[in-house]
C-alpha cells in the first residue's frame, strides 16, 4: 500500500478534529476527516427563498458531508489541477478522509486573502493584492470552471503574490448552470472583501471591478439583481446589527454601484 494511503487510513479512524495537519517524511499535510452526512431537507427553506426571489445564485449548495464531500472535495480539485490552478494536491482518498499536501510549501507568509487584505494598510498595495485575486478568478471562469466557496478565507496569497484555492467539499455545478456558478464566485468573493476598502476608496474598486467584468454583463446583472433586491436591508438599518450588518451594508451599496437600477 502506497505510504500516503496507509497513512490516511490508520489515521482518519483516530482523528478526533475533521481536519488536522501531520508531517509525513518532512512533507506538511493536512487530512480530513469525513463528517457526519448532513440532512438534504435542511436546505429546502434556502431553496424556496431563491426560488420565491427568483434568484438562482442565492440557491444552497448542498454539502450531504460524509464520504460524498471527501469524494466531492477529490474530484473538484484534480478537476481544476487538470486546468492549470493552483491548489492543493491530493495524496490519498478514502471513504473516511482526504489527505492532501499542504500548499504553502516552504512559503512561510502565505495566508488567506482575508488576512492580506486586512493588514495591508497602503490603499495600493491593497488595491494591487485584490486585483489579483480577481485576475485569477477570471482565469478560472475563462477555462469554463468555478469554485465552490469563492470568499477570501479560500483563497490563498504567497509571499509573490500567487493565488491558490481551497476547501471544495461542495459542486456548484450540480445545482446551478455555469453562468449562475461563475457569478456566485463574485458573490461570495465580493462580500468578503468590499469591507475591506474605506468610502473614499470603494469607488475605484467598484470600477475595477465592472472593468474586469466588461465582458460579462451576465454576472454583472446577477450582482446588480442582488443588490436591488436587498436594498430593503439599508433603508431599515441593517448596519445597527453588529459587524456583519455593517458588512452587508457595504457589500449592498458595491453590488447597486455596479450596474444601474434600471437594467435589473
Known amino acids: 500500500m502506497h505510504k500516503y494511503q496507509e497513512f490516511l487510513e490508520h489515521t482518519a479512524s483516530t482523528q478526533s478534529r475533521s481536519i ?7 512533507l506538511k499535510v493536512w487530512l480530513k476527516k ?20 427568483n434568484l438562482q445564485i442565492l440557491a444552497p449548495v448542498p454539502n450531504y458531508g460524509g ?4 469524494h466531492c472535495e477529490a474530484q473538484r480539485i484534480r478537476q ?3 486546468i492549470g490552478i493552483s491548489v ?4 490519498a482518498e478514502s471513504k473516511s478522509g482526504l489527505l492532501i499536501q499542504d500548499i504553502a510549501h516552504d512559503d512561510q507568509k502565505l495566508m488567506q486573502l482575508d ?12 488595491k494591487a493584492l485584490f486585483e489579483t485575486a480577481l485576475y485569477a478568478l477570471k482565469q478560472i471562469h475563462a477555462k469554463n470552471s468555478y469554485l465552490s466557496e469563492a470568499f477570501a478565507r479560500n483563497i490563498l496569497v504567497d509571499s509573490q503574490q500567487n493565488i491558490s484555492f481551497i476547501d471544495f467539499e461542495t459542486d456548484p455545478r450540480s445545482t446551478l448552470d455555469l453562468e449562475t456558478c461563475q457569478a456566485r464566485d463574485w458573490l461570495c468573493l465580493l462580500f468578503s472583501t468590499a469591507f475591506r476598502f474605506n468610502e473614499q476608496e470603494r469607488p475605484e474598486i467598484e470600477q475595477m471591478v465592472k472593468h474586469e ?6 454576472i454583472l446583472f446577477q450582482l446588480g439583481k442582488v443588490g436591488h433586491r436587498f436594498a430593503w436591508l439599508n433603508r431599515i438599518g441593517v448596519e445597527k446589527t453588529g459587524n456583519d450588518g455593517k458588512r452587508m451594508k457595504i457589500f449592498l ?12
Do not use: T
Open 80 to 82: 481544476l489541477e487538470q
Open 253 to 264: 451599496i458595491f453590488l447597486k454601484n455596479l450596474k444601474p437600477i434600471s437594467s435589473v
Open 67 to 70: 464520504s460524498d464531500a471527501i
Open 20 to 26: 488536522q495537519p501531520y508531517v509525513i517524511d518532512g
Open 213 to 218: 467584468l466588461k465582458d460579462r454583463q451576465d
Open 88 to 91: 492543493p494536491k491530493v495524496l
Open 34 to 53: 469525513a463528517s457526519k452526512r448532513h440532512p438534504w431537507w435542511l436546505y429546502l427553506p434556502l431553496q424556496w427563498f431563491s426560488k420565491l426571489l
Open 115 to 126: 488576512h492580506a487584505l486586512a493588514r495591508e494598510s497602503n490603499f495600493s498595495q491593497r
